[in-house]
C-alpha cells in the first residue's frame, strides 16, 4: 500500500519562503511522474509543478520562477522550494505520484501566506 505523506507546511509573511517535502513509503517502484497540486478554499485542485522520472519538470504559469521542485528518486521523495510566497499561494498542497495509469494522493499540508 503507497502512502504518501507531505511535510513542511506553515504560515509564513508574503516575500518568505517554505520548503515542502513528500515521501512515499510502502514502495520500491520509481515512480514515473511526482508532483504537487494545491487547492486554495472555494476553487478546484490544480497542478503546481512536476517532475519526472528523468527529471523533466513542468510549473504552473504562476509559479514560474518562484518555485522549484526536485526528486530524490532513489527515496521516492519530492521537494517544493517555495519562494517568493504571496498571499494568492495560500492553499493545501498535496503530493501526488503517477506510476502508469494509477495516481496516488497525500492528505495535504496547508500553506498560508499573510500580507
Known amino acids: 500500500q503507497v502512502q504518501l505523506v507531505e511535510s513542511g507546511g506553515g504560515l509564513v509573511q508574503a516575500g518568505g519562503s517554505l520548503r515542502l517535502s513528500c515521501a512515499a513509503s510502502?514502495?520500491?517502484?520509481?515512480?514515473?511522474?511526482m508532483g504537487w497540486y494545491r487547492q486554495a478554499p472555494g476553487k478546484q485542485r490544480e497542478l503546481v509543478a512536476s517532475?519526472?522520472?528523468?527529471?523533466?519538470?513542468t510549473y504552473a504559469d504562476p509559479v514560474k520562477g518562484r518555485f522549484t521542485i526536485s526528486r530524490d528518486s532513489a527515496k521516492n521523495t519530492v521537494f517544493l522550494e517555495m519562494n517568493s510566497l504571496q498571499p494568492e499561494d495560500t492553499a493545501i498542497y498535496y503530493c501526488?505520484?503517477?506510476?502508469?495509469?494509477?495516481?496516488?494522493w497525500g492528505n495535504g499540508t496547508l500553506v498560508t501566506v499573510s500580507s
Open positions: 510502502g514502495s520500491r517502484v520509481r515512480f514515473d511522474i
Open positions: 501526488n505520484a503517477k506510476l502508469r495509469v494509477v495516481e496516488y
Open positions: 517532475i519526472t522520472d528523468g527529471a523533466r519538470t
